[in-house]
C-alpha cells in the first residue's frame, strides 16, 4: 500500500535532519520514499520567476502571492505516485500572522495517511538557529517559538480530524539524534 506522509515542525527543529536519516535506513531495507521539500519546490518556482533569492524572503511576500505558490506546489505533489514523504510546515510565521500551510487545497493534493510533528524545548530552537549562518532567520524568543509549537499542534489535531490521517509527535532533542531517526523510521516501515 502506498503511504503519504506530511512532516512539520518549526524552522530549525531539525525535520530535513531527521527525515534524511529515517530515509537512509529505509533504503537499506529496500524500502523508498520519494522524498519532497515543499519549500523548495515553492522557492524554485518563485527564483524562475525572478520573485525571490533566497528562501527566507518567501515567508514576507505578500499572502496572495505565496498562496498562488503554494497551490501550485500542491498541484505538482498531487500527480507523484509511490510512497511520499512531503517536508513542510502547518504553518508559516509572517509579518501579517499566521499563514496555514496546509490548507484544504494543499491538503487535498497531499491527501496524507499519517502527520508527524517534529518537536523540541524551545530554547534547543533557538540555539539551532542562532548556530545557522545560512539561513536568514526572524529573531525570536523562546516565548514565541513555544506559541508557534502549540499552534501547530492545534492546526495538526483539525486536520486529522478532517481527513481521518494518524498524528505522531515526534521528539528531536539535543544529543538525542539517532533515536528521533529510529522513531522516524519505525513511522515510516
Ligand atoms: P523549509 O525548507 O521547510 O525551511 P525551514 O522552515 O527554515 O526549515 P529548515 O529546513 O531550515 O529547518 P529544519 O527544521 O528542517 O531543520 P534542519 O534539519 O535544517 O521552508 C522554507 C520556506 O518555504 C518557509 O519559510 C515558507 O516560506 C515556505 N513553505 C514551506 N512549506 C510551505 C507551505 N506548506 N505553505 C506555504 N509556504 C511554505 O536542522 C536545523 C539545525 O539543527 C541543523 O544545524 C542540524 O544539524 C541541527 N539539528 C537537527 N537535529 C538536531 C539534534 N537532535 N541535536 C542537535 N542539533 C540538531
Not at 515542525?9 to 530535513?16: A, I, L, M, N, S
Not at 523508498?32 to 527564483?47: C, D, K, L, Q, V
Not at 549562518?133 to 483539525?158: K, L, Y
Amino acid at each position: 500500500m502506498e503511504r503519504r506522509v506530511i512532516i512539520t515542525g518549526v524552522p530549525g527543529v531539525g525535520k530535513t535532519t531527521v527525515i534524511d536519516g529515517a530515509l537512509k535506513r529505509l533504503e537499506l531495507e529496500g524500502i523508498r520514499y520519494h522524498p519532497i521539500n515543499f519549500g523548495t519546490f515553492m522557492f524554485e518556482m518563485a527564483s524562475r520567476e525572478g520573485i525571490v533569492s533566497d528562501r527566507d524572503q518567501m515567508r514576507r511576500l505578500e499572502r496572495p502571492v505565496q498562496k498562488e505558490l503554494q497551490r501550485r506546489a500542491a498541484e505538482l505533489i498531487s500527480r507523484i505516485e509511490g510512497n511520499v514523504i512531503v517536508d513542510t510546515h502547518c504553518s508559516i510565521k509572517t509579518p501579517k500572522g499566521y499563514l496555514p500551510g496546509l490548507p484544504d487545497w494543499v491538503i487535498d493534493g497531499i491527501r496524507p495517511d499519517t502527520l508527524i510533528l517534529v518537536e523540541t524545548d524551545e530554547d534547543q530552537i533557538l540555539g539551532r538557529r542562532l548556530k545557522d549562518p545560512t539561513r536568514v532567520r526572524d529573531m525570536e524568543g523562546s516565548g514565541a517559538i513555544w506559541e508557534h509549537q502549540q499552534f501547530n499542534r492545534s492546526i495538526s489535531a483539525a486536520i486529522a480530524t478532517r481527513t481521518g490521517c494518524t498524528v505522531k509527535i515526534l521528539k528531536n532533542q539535543d544529543h538525542l539524534l539517532e533515536q528521533a531517526i529510529e522513531e522516524m523510521t519505525s513511522a515510516l516501515r
